[in-house]
């Protein structure tokens, strides 16, 4: 497995820090979604969202980004829409590549890697991250909806698109190190040591190491399904074995309501565990006790840009940037 890369240091942190960043995918694809996150992220359970600007209730979504520029907020690029009677379509229009036969963005990313042309991939997600810096949202990183850019079906990747876009705006994109967390085999960490060769040389910051948890409730419908106990239990596991360097852990709270039962297929359930589990006092006490240093993509984004890294306080919280006259939260 790769060492660390020396961004701890970069972001002012002593050598073999854990530092972990709590970010939740999915911000404007249902009103559910909307709620559940941008409760969490005011009130600092969350370090980070990110948006998916072609969904029906990003409107809502990039207003408060706008109204909180304060806070972390990346663009989720979109290239997949997986629910079968809930869908969107690229904000490039229907005449292009990236549709499938009723005119909305493929369910899978194995037809999206198959069929999707490299310029209307590269014209979509610009089209994306300009429409949310046009509404006034202070974009701190991108990330990928569903993994449709990194060639895990098929080995054909976008990424080449995405870095040349994050370079182009100062901003880092999601991506790991090491395949460690992710369920992915083995072999594919050669894949990803060529992605993140090509991220260094383009200047884009990417992460360490990338966790999350099944997106699907274990057990649905089963004598087995997973309760909030046992996931609770998983993810504080999960948490625990933070590696030295910088970590981000996705997940997907919503508000698992009647709404959300109408949009989702599956595992509306866990949608609102992980809401839950977010504000569970359980989570902060955990990170405490591990010595685990929560970030955020605005402090990799000002590594990124060449700017020095925050000062933080006994507890790892930053307080302010290094040769700034006002302190300020970040």
Known sequence: ?????????????????????????DLGMCRAANRAITELLVDGHLDSTTLMVPCPWAPEALAFAASRTDLDLGVHLVLTSEWTSYRWRPLTGVGTTLVDAAGYFPADCRTVEEQASDADVAAELAAQLDAALAAGMDVTHLDNHMGSVYGVETGRTFLPQVFELAARHGLPFRLPRTIGGMGLPDAYQGVLDQATAAADAAGVVILDHLLTHPFELLGEGTAEEEDYASMKATFLDLVRGTEPGVTEFFLHPMLDDDELGDVADFAVAKRGFERRLLADPDVAATLAEEGIVRVGWRDLRDVQRGLPPRVRDASGAPAARVGDAVGGAR
């Open 1 to 25: 497995m790769p060492a660390p890369s020396d961004l701890v240091a970069r972001l002012g942190l002593p050598p073999g820090a854990r530092a972990l960043i709590l970010n939740a995918d």
